[in-house]
């Protein structure tokens, strides 16, 4: 199955079950379009987590096609699931920082890990921070940083490699309102260069006055 030129993702009729009879995803369809942000919100359960781990190729759909940068991942191989790594970014609602590791160095852990070189890996890392608003924190420790900080150092991280595609499951989920409006108005900005993202949260009162699409999960279905 070929992907739309116009589409990043595409679902195909997917389901993932983890026990008998009992579906974490029933029949899932939808596209994300390159360059665009939408929100993937839904109930504790929903599936949320669910549906960007089998974007991710964290885990295997049971049934259906999923198609990530025009490639079918439904089910990839090693290479092909290293292939997919370099096409995408994800950030997670803790930062997941190793502590005795820089801001420098927590960003490049991922870039060496993908292969990327030496000099690749400088040139990438600084350029990283200064889109977060952390270029002048390169040296210091994740353990100095303040909890909104460590979250923007998790997204520097994720588009380091610069990915089409970005990932964030619950990003805000551990940050007050104020700090949670900063980090998804950097969201916004990285959409604005041209990075599609896909974000889940149950924060509905954050994204209620952003003018993009809302995915709704309830018991593993888009809500009709």
């Known amino acids: ?57 964290m885990e295997e759909s049971t049934l259906g096609d999923i198609i990530v940068a025009g490639q079918n991942i439904s089910h990839l ?11 995408l970014g994800m950030v997670f609602q803790d930062a997941q920082l190793l502590e005795n590791y820089t801001v420098y ?7 060496t890990l993908l292969g990327f070189r030496e000099k690749d890996i400088s040139s990438r890392v600084q350029p990283a921070l200064e889109l977060v608003g952390l270029g002048d924190k390169a040296r210091r420790y994740a353990t100095a940083l303040s909890i909104g900080e460590q979250q923007r150092v998790g997204i520097a991280r994720a588009i380091a490699h610069k990915p089409p595609l970005l990932l964030a499951d619950e990003p805000t989920g551990n940050l007050d309102p104020a700090l949670a ?44």
Request: charged share 20%; net charge positive; no cysteine.
């Open 1 to 57: 199955m070929n992907s739309s030129n116009n589409n990043i993702i595409e679902f195909r009729n997917v389901s993932k079950r983890y026990v008998a009879y009992e579906d974490a995803l029933k029949n899932v369809n939808f596209d994300l379009k390159l360059g665009e942000m939408a929100f993937l919100t839904g109930p504790s359960g929903a599936g949320k987590s669910t549906l960007l781990k089998l974007i991710a190729a």
């Open 77 to 87: 191989s090693r290479s092909g699931v290293a292939s997919l790594r370099r096409a």
């Open 105 to 111: 160095e927590n960003v490049a852990l991922p870039l």
């Open 181 to 224: 409006a900063e980090i998804m108005q950097l969201f916004i900005e990285l959409n604005k260069t041209g990075m599609s993202i896909l974000i889940a949260t149950h924060d509905l009162s954050l994204i209620a006055s952003l003018h993009y699409r809302i995915l709704s999960l309830k018991e593993g279905s888009f809500a009709s």
